[in-house]
């Protein structure tokens, strides 16, 4: 029987507590052009003006509670993200369900960016980083950032090809409405 880590409303598994990363170029989405050899997302979409909209759509993003309210299911082993933090993201539903283990490479509480970062581990369908940071700019307008790159590391991602990218796009798509919902509800 496996004991689950409870941390509030999430609980984190700790059969992924001691996988390795399962790709070298750590921190990359930090920085342009992002590695070659990956499929590439970046998805940038305005979601609201000023602080309060800032402000709740960054501790959506951290808490992750706009993974949640997107319909994945999130196990982590802290609360809110901080560099470290290890990850289990449930992708599909039921017994489709696949888990896809990933640990916190980068965090930003600053005032006009908040998010975090976080890189596949060994078990991961797929090999790469993702970040996903919310922005206030000079102007006050709020924007979601998705900055990914990945390849399929699965027998089923490599079969799903050029698929993989599409749904990606989509979850990226997805996640900005709810963020944009959630933090205009605050």
């Given at each position: 029987?496996?004991?689950?880590?409870?941390?509030?409303?999430?609980?984190?598994?700790?059969?992924?507590?001691?996988?390795?990363?399962?790709?070298?170029?750590?921190?990359?989405?930090?920085?342009?052009?992002?590695?070659?050899?990956?499929?590439?997302?970046?998805?940038?979409t305005r979601i609201g003006s000023g602080r309060a909209v800032f402000e709740a759509?960054?501790?959506?993003?951290?808490?992750?509670?706009?993974?949640?309210?997107?319909?994945?299911?999130?196990?982590?082993?802290?609360?809110?993200?901080?560099?470290?933090?290890?990850?289990?993201?449930?992708?599909?539903?039921?017994?489709?369900?696949?888990?896809?283990?990933?640990?916190?490479?980068?965090?930003?509480?600053?005032?006009?960016?908040?998010?975090?970062?976080?890189?596949?581990?060994?078990?991961?369908?797929?090999?790469?980083?993702?970040?996903?940071?919310?922005?206030?700019?000079?102007?006050d307008t709020v924007w979601f950032e998705v900055t990914a790159f990945s390849r399929?590391?699965a027998w089923y991602t490599r079969l799903a090809g050029p698929l993989i990218p599409?749904?990606?796009?989509?979850?990226?798509?997805?996640?900005?409405?709810?963020?944009?919902?959630?933090?205009?509800?605050?």
């Open positions: 029987m496996t004991r689950l880590i409870s941390t509030g409303r999430t609980a984190f598994d700790p059969r992924y507590a001691h996988r390795a990363f399962n790709y070298a170029e750590r921190n990359a989405t930090e920085h342009r052009p992002l590695p070659a050899g990956y499929n590439h997302l970046h998805l940038r759509a960054g501790t959506a993003v951290t808490t992750f509670r706009a993974h949640r309210a997107s319909g994945m299911l999130v196990r982590a082993d802290h609360g809110a993200v901080r560099p470290g933090t290890r990850v289990v993201v449930g992708i599909g539903f039921g017994p489709l369900r696949i888990s896809a283990p990933c640990q916190v490479v980068r965090t930003a509480y600053d005032p006009g960016r908040t998010g975090f970062a976080y890189g596949t581990l060994t078990g991961h369908p797929e090999s790469g980083e993702e970040s996903f940071m919310v922005i206030r700019d000079a102007d399929p590391v599409v749904f990606q796009r989509g979850y990226a798509r997805l996640l900005s409405r709810t963020l944009r919902r959630l933090a205009a509800a605050a």
